[in-house]
């Protein structure tokens, strides 16, 4: 039987964990670069017209009241990627934080927007968490970022409506206002025509349950149709994320809608529903 050191056997300990908390810092830093971009560029933060982002009237009861009682306005951001943040240089620029900034100016008041988005989930995952988090904690505004991860991956269509009206269900129970924010277009969409079917899908869901719908589908279709050169810039290197400037501009143009929501200004334009493939409405299993 050969003789092993114990001081052989914590050295090599050490040297995992520090291997480990190698890995780790390489894989933060990979997510808190834009993908395909250079952190030292600067942030282009000029924004091109998108048009309204509200697909339809709507008043959040609970978010007016708070801001005229100039209390604490508490938003709960929940989603998969596009709310986490993958593509921003740095936390500071993902939607969440700009969207938070954006109201506190707008308003003049005090709000906290907590970033719940975990890349990569579906519908079926963050309605899990989401009922969780309202249960645990008070908000008086959600905005669920939904429907890419599913679009994408041609999930059942009839679960997908069956778990968004759920969704929007509970969180209504709670009394907590509610905004749903839609798929992101991107030039390389594989299956537009399908993937068009999930972004009705949100939109008739809030129609039906009465929850807003902010179209992030439209305004970024609006900007590679209105300025083209634009829309490249508001992705990050892998053609589908967000970059810095497109989720600044994104936040810009939700305060903008939140400001519609609140004061009741008239919030339907001219060519309000995006131009979409026409399809069949049916269940499409994955």
Not at 235 to 245: E, K, N, V
Request: glycine share 10%; proline share 5%; hydrophobic share 40%.
């Amino acid at each position: 039987m050969g003789f092993h050191n114990p001081g052989d056997k914590r050295r090599s300990r050490r040297a995992g964990h520090g291997l480990a908390a190698g890995l780790a810092l390489v894989a933060l830093a990979a997510f808190t670069q834009p993908l395909g971009a250079a952190s030292e560029t600067p942030v282009n933060e000029t924004c091109p017209s998108g048009g309204s982002m509200v697909m339809r009237e709507a008043q959040l009861a609970s978010v007016t009241q708070r801001l005229s009682e100039r209390a604490t306005l508490r938003v709960l951001a929940i989603g998969s990627s596009s709310t986490q943040g993958v593509g921003a240089s740095t936390p500071a620029n993902n939607y969440p934080n700009r969207f938070e900034v954006g109201l506190s100016q707008h308003f003049g008041a005090n709000v906290s927007v907590t970033n719940a988005g975990v890349g990569g989930e579906t519908v079926e995952a963050t309605i899990e968490r989401l009922e969780e988090r309202i249960t645990a904690e008070r908000f008086d505004l959600v905005v669920w970022q939904v429907g890419t991860n599913d679009a994408v991956r041609g999930a059942n269509e009839e679960h997908f409506v069956s778990l968004l009206k759920r969704g929007v269900a509970v969180v209504k129970a709670k009394q907590i206002d509610l905004v749903l924010l839609d798929q992101q277009f991107f030039p390389t969409i594989k299956d537009p025509v399908r993937y068009e079917r999930f972004v009705r899908m949100v939109e008739t869901v809030g129609h039906e349950t009465g929850a807003p719908v902010l179209s992030r589908y439209r305004l970024m279709k609006n900007w590679g149709e209105r300025t083209p050169h634009d829309l490249p810039t508001m992705l990050a290197g892998d053609g589908f994320h967000m970059s810095d400037r497109g989720y600044i501009c994104l936040a810009r143009a939700m305060v903008h809608a939140m400001s519609d929501l609140v004061t009741g200004s008239p919030l339907m334009v001219q060519g309000a529903t995006p131009t979409m493939a026409s399809a069949p409405r049916r269940a499409n299993s994955p």
